[in-house]
C-alpha cells in the first residue's frame, strides 16, 4: 500500500502537469501565420472539387483527400526533396485508397487487416520525419477507405485514380506553377533562423530588468528546442539543395550565413546565462550595465530582422549600419567599477557580457556582410572559413529496420500501440458508431503521439477543438445553406486551418473541423453531423489516451536518466574539444567545435522531452 505521503506527492505532480497541459492549449507558438500554406492547401483541396462536381465525376471526397494531403506534407525544403515526399505520399495514399475499399468489402477482414497495415505504417517513422508523416496519411486514408467500402474491385480502383488525381494537382500547384527558384527554399530556411534568433534576443532583453528565476527557465523551454530545430532543418535543406550543383557561390554564403546564425544563437544563451546570475541592478553616471545589455540585445534583434529581409530577397541591397555594440556597456562598467560598486564576481560577469556583445556584433558584422553579397560572385578570400556540410549518408533501406525491431525501441512500441488501439477503435466504431466511424479512428491516429505528454496536450487541444468546431458547424449550417455561398466559406476555412498550424494546433483543429464537417454535410446533404463529430473526436481521444497509458508505454521516470545521461555524453564531448585545444594552445577545431556544441544541444532537448 501506498505511504500518504506518496499519495499526495503523486497528486500534486499530476496536478501541475494538467495544470501545464492546460496553459500548453491556449499557448500561441511565437511565429507568424503560414499564410502561403494555407491558400496553396485550400486551392489543392477545393480546384479538382469544383472541377470534379462541375464535370459530374465520381469521386469528389477522394479528390479533395488527395489535394489536402498531399498539400499539407510539403514541409519546405529542397524541390527535389518536396517532390520525393510529395510524391510518395500520393502513391501510398492511393494505394491505401484501393486496399481499404477493397477491405471494406468483407467486413471479417477489416480488423485484422487494419492491425497490419497500420502497424506496419506506423512503424515507418524509423525512417524519419517525412516518412514518419507519410505512414500516418497512409494509415489513415486506409482507415477511411475501410469505413466506406465500395461496390467492387473497380471501384476501388477508381477510388485510388481520383485520390492520385487530387495528389497530382497538389504537385502541379506546389512545384511547377509556384515560381522554382533552386536556392529559395535554402534562402527561407535560413531566414527563419535569423527570425527564430532575432524573437530570442527580443524576448532577452525583455528579461534583463530582473525577471524571476522560472521566468528565465520559461524562456529557454520555450526557445531553445525551437531554435535548435528550426536550424537543424535549415542544415539539411542546405546539404539536399547543394548536393550535386556544380554552382557553389550562393551555397557556400548560405552555409556562411547559417553558421553565423548558429553562433549568434550560442552567443545569445551564454548571454543569458551570465544576466540571470546578476545581482540587483546597480547604476551610475554612465549608466546600468543591464539597461546597457537590453538595449544591444533589442538591437540585435534589428539587425537579425535585417538579415531575414536580405537573406529572403534576390537582389543585391545596401549593408545596413548597425550602431549597437559592447562600448556603452564597457562604460558603464568602467564607471562603476572605478566608484567600487562592483563585487570581483561581479566585475568578472559584466566583463564577460560585454565580451559577449562584442564577439555578437562580429557575427553580425560577418552574417550582414555576407548576405549583402548573397546574390551575385565574390572575390576570393573575402569569406571566412566555413565548416563544409557533410553529404547525408544513405544506409540501407533494411539497417533502420534491424536497429528498431526490439521492445526497447521506441518506435516499435509506438507503432504496435498506434496499431492495437486503431483496431480496436474500427472495432468499436463500426458496432457501436456507424455513422461516420472513420473520425473515430482518424482521432486515434492524430493524437497518439511517442510519448505520454505530448499525447495527453494534443488530445486535450483535439478534443476541444473538435467541440468549439462542431459548434460553430451547427451555427453556420442553421443560416447558410446555399451550396455556392457554403463552397467560398469552406475555401476561407481550409486556408485559415492549415495557416494557423504553426501558432496553434488546437486553433487549427478547430477550422478543420468546421470544414470537414460542412464539407460532409454538403456532399451528404445531412446537416446534423456536428454533434456526431464531436462524440465520435470524444471516443476516439478516450482511445488514444488509453492506448497510450496501458499499452507499452514507459513512464518519464524510467526514460529520463538514459536521455540525461546521453546529454552528459554529449556535454563531455563538448568540453574535451574545449580542454584539448586549451592543452594545446590553439583554438578549438571550428568543425569539431560545432559538431559538438550541435550533438550537445539536440541531447538536450531530447531530455528535456522526456522531462
Not at 3 to 14: D, E, F, H, Q
Not at 277 to 304: E, F, K, N, Q, Y
Not at 437 to 451: A, D, F, G
Not at 499 to 511: D, H, K, R
Request: net charge positive.
Amino acid at each position: 500500500m501506498a505511504a500518504p505521503g506518496a499519495v499526495l506527492y503523486g497528486g500534486r505532480v499530476i496536478r501541475r502537469q494538467l495544470l501545464e497541459h492546460a496553459k500548453a492549449v491556449a499557448r500561441f507558438a511565437p511565429v507568424r501565420p503560414a499564410v502561403k500554406a494555407g491558400l496553396r492547401a485550400a486551392l489543392a483541396t477545393f480546384v479538382p472539387m469544383a472541377v470534379g462536381t462541375a464535370l459530374n465525376l465520381p469521386g469528389g471526397l477522394w479528390l479533395a483527400v488527395g489535394g489536402f494531403n498531399t498539400s499539407f506534407v510539403d514541409k519546405g525544403g529542397s524541390y527535389h526533396a518536396r517532390a520525393r515526399a510529395m510524391g510518395g505520399t500520393a502513391l501510398a495514399a492511393a494505394v491505401a485508397a484501393v486496399m481499404g475499399g477493397l477491405v471494406g468489402m468483407y467486413p471479417a477482414l477489416s480488423i485484422p487487416l487494419t492491425l497490419v497495415w497500420v502497424t506496419a505504417w506506423s512503424f515507418a517513422g524509423v525512417y524519419g520525419a517525412a516518412a514518419n508523416i507519410m505512414g500516418n496519411i497512409a494509415a489513415t486514408t486506409f482507415v477511411i477507405a475501410v469505413a466506406l467500402p465500395v461496390e467492387g474491385p473497380k471501384a476501388a480502383l477508381l477510388s485510388g485514380a481520383t485520390l492520385l488525381a487530387g495528389a497530382a494537382w497538389a504537385m502541379v500547384l506546389s512545384l511547377v506553377l509556384w515560381p522554382i527558384r533552386p536556392y529559395r527554399p535554402a534562402r527561407k530556411a535560413v531566414a527563419a533562423c535569423f527570425d527564430a534568433v532575432a524573437d530570442y534576443a527580443e524576448a532577452m532583453s525583455r528579461m534583463c530588468q530582473g525577471a524571476r528565476e522560472d521566468a528565465w527557465q520559461a524562456l529557454i523551454q520555450e526557445q531553445h528546442a525551437r531554435i535548435r530545430e528550426t536550424l537543424e532543418v535549415a542544415r539539411t535543406t542546405l546539404t539536399a539543395t547543394r548536393q550535386g550543383r556544380v554552382e557553389r557561390g550562393r551555397g557556400e554564403r548560405l552555409l556562411v550565413l547559417l553558421e553565423a546564425a548558429d553562433a549568434m544563437f550560442m552567443g545569445i544563451i551564454a548571454l543569458g546565462e551570465d544576466l540571470e546570475s546578476l545581482g540587483p541592478p546597480v547604476s551610475g553616471p554612465a549608466g546600468d550595465p543591464r539597461a546597457a545589455a537590453a538595449v544591444a540585445l533589442l538591437d540585435c534583434a534589428h539587425t537579425a530582422r535585417d538579415l531575414v529581409r536580405l537573406t529572403q530577397q534576390e537582389g543585391r541591397s545596401r549593408r545596413p549600419q548597425p550602431e549597437w555594440d559592447g562600448r556603452a556597456l564597457s562604460d558603464a562598467l568602467t564607471d562603476l567599477d572605478a566608484r567600487g560598486l562592483l563585487t570581483r564576481l561581479e566585475r568578472a560577469r559584466l566583463r564577460d557580457v560585454a565580451r559577449l556583445v562584442t564577439e555578437l556584433r562580429e557575427r553580425a558584422d560577418v552574417a550582414l556582410d555576407t548576405a549583402c553579397r548573397l546574390p551575385g560572385p565574390v572575390a576570393a578570400g573575402t569569406l571566412p572559413p566555413t565548416r563544409e556540410l557533410a553529404e547525408e549518408p544513405h544506409p540501407s533501406l533494411w539497417e533502420p529496420v534491424r536497429a528498431n525491431l526490439t521492445l526497447e525501441s521506441e518506435v516499435l512500441r509506438h507503432a504496435l500501440r498506434v496499431g492495437l488501439t486503431t483496431t480496436a477503435a474500427v472495432w468499436i466504431s463500426s458496432i457501436f458508431r456507424p455513422n461516420h466511424s472513420y473520425w473515430v479512428t482518424i482521432t486515434v491516429l492524430t493524437v497518439m503521439q511517442p510519448y505520454t505528454g505530448p499525447t495527453v496536450l494534443k488530445a486535450l487541444q483535439r478534443v476541444l477543438g473538435t467541440v468549439v468546431g462542431g459548434i460553430l458547424a451547427i451555427a453556420v449550417a442553421s443560416w447558410l445553406q446555399d451550396p455556392r455561398a457554403m463552397m467560398g466559406l469552406l475555401f476561407c476555412t481550409a486556408a485559415l486551418c492549415v495557416s494557423l498550424i504553426p501558432l496553434n494546433y488546437g486553433l487549427f483543429t478547430v477550422f478543420a473541423t468546421l470544414t470537414f464537417v460542412l464539407l460532409a454535410e454538403l456532399g451528404s446533404g445531412d446537416w446534423t453531423l456536428a454533434p456526431v463529430r464531436i462524440v465520435n473526436t470524444l471516443i476516439g481521444g478516450a482511445l488514444a489516451l488509453a492506448g497510450t497509458f496501458f499499452l507499452w508505454q514507459r513512464s518519464e521516470e524510467e526514460r529520463f536518466p538514459s536521455q540525461m545521461a546521453e546529454a552528459l555524453r554529449a556535454d563531455r564531448e563538448f568540453f574535451d574539444v574545449l580542454a584539448s585545444a586549451w592543452q594545446r594552445g590553439e583554438a578549438p577545431a571550428p568543425q569539431a567545435l560545432t559538431e559538438a556544441r550541435r550533438k550537445l544541444g539536440l541531447a538536450t532537448i531530447n531530455a528535456e522531452t522526456s522531462f
